[in-house]
């Protein structure tokens, strides 16, 4: 997205390695970059809630932040096999 030029898609590129861990990981903060910028815009009338959301999670041990990352995604995943 911040690299494109205009051209045609062939021409197009955004600067990623080719497959590999450095590309996986570039990939991670990519995606995190843009996550937060649209969960923290100002035009996101949740915003607020979310940065509280965030500093209570990081008040908690780190054994409690993985019980509610390991419940986050079993909800998830119930969620997504509801929607299908």
């Known amino acids: 997205m911040e690299n ?5 898609a062939s021409d ?5 390695p080719v497959e ?10 990519l995606r ?21 959301f965030a500093k209570e999670f990081d008040k ?3 054994s409690e932040k993985i019980l509610i990352i390991i419940d986050a995604i079993k909800n998830r995943e119930e969620h997504d096999h509801i929607d299908n």
């Not at 494109?4 to 045609?8: A, D, E, I, M, S």
């Not at 197009?12 to 990623?16: A, H, I, M, S, T």
């Open 12 to 16: 197009f590129d955004c600067g990623l």
């Open 32 to 52: 995190f970059k843009f996550a937060t910028k649209i969960l923290l815009h100002e035009i996101n009338l949740q915003s607020e809630k979310i940065v509280e």
């Open 60 to 62: 908690k041990g780190p």
């Open 20 to 29: 590999s861990q450095l590309q996986l990981y570039i990939m991670r903060r």
């Open 4 to 8: 494109f030029n205009g051209g045609p």
